[in-house]
């Protein structure tokens, strides 16, 4: 992943700041990190005590950043970095949050199947149409970060939040790889704890504005 990351920021030119967030893993792999960062000087770690989830960890990394644009991957491979001059473009045309779409996507049925449903309930209750609001290869300016709070399982809802608060949305058609190392953590009790997050969201951007609701 990070030879990809260097290899396209090579070819465009891009001054690179990445950070990778150790979650609580029990895996060994803030040694890893720690010996990448010695090696890599535009590479820096972040530990977190535990695993607090995804949003928490998203938010330490957004916290740190100190680009003017920022990019979001999952460290499982199955996001290509070679999309990051795709989504740095799509920005360019005058976009605050750019999401990737995982068009043909190479996961289980048991997984792509109540994405999809859910995707689409997003969509319908917020009007923020996306294909894939969970796709983790994201584009942001920093201004958008700046305003939106995450907790919970919120890192999903992003797209949204920002476009309740006036910034332009839109989405990619990205390239997505097969998983070969380790195994999803999706499951019923996630969807559970996003179908709330998402009626969180629902009455946060709908009723933020009105006075006594």
């Known amino acids: 992943l990070l030879g990809g990351i260097g290899q396209v920021a090579v070819q465009n030119n891009y001054q690179l700041d990445v950070l990778l967030i150790d979650d609580g893993s029990s895996d060994q792999s803030w040694e890893k990190i720690e010996q990448l960062t010695q090696r890599i000087d535009w590479l820096r770690g972040v530990k977190l005590r535990r695993n607090f989830g995804k949003a928490a960890a998203l938010a330490a990394g957004f916290e740190r950043a100190r680009g003017s644009n920022v990019i979001t991957m999952d460290a499982d491979l199955q996001d290509d970095p070679r999309e990051i001059p795709n989504l740095l473009s799509k920005l360019d045309e005058g976009y605050d949050v750019v999401s990737?779409?995982?068009?043909?996507?190479?996961d289980p049925w048991h997984k792509v199947l109540p994405s999809r449903v859910f995707n689409a309930m997003i969509s319908w209750l917020t009007q923020v149409k996306l294909h894939d609001h969970n796709c983790g290869l994201k584009a942001?300016?920093?201004?958008?970060l700046n305003e939106v709070l995450l907790y919970g399982e919120m890192h999903r809802f992003i797209p949204v939040l920002a476009a309740s608060r006036g910034f332009r949305v839109s989405e990619i058609v990205i390239e997505h790889?097969?998983?070969k190392h380790g195994s999803s953590k999706y499951g019923?009790?996630?969807f559970v704890k996003g179908f709330l997050d998402l009626m969180t969201v629902y009455f946060l951007t709908g009723y933020g504005n009105r006075p006594q609701h």
């Open 177 to 179: 790889h097969a998983r």
């Open 140 to 144: 942001y300016r920093s201004q958008v």
């Open 100 to 106: 990737g779409w995982k068009k043909v996507r190479h």
């Open 188 to 190: 019923v009790e996630r």
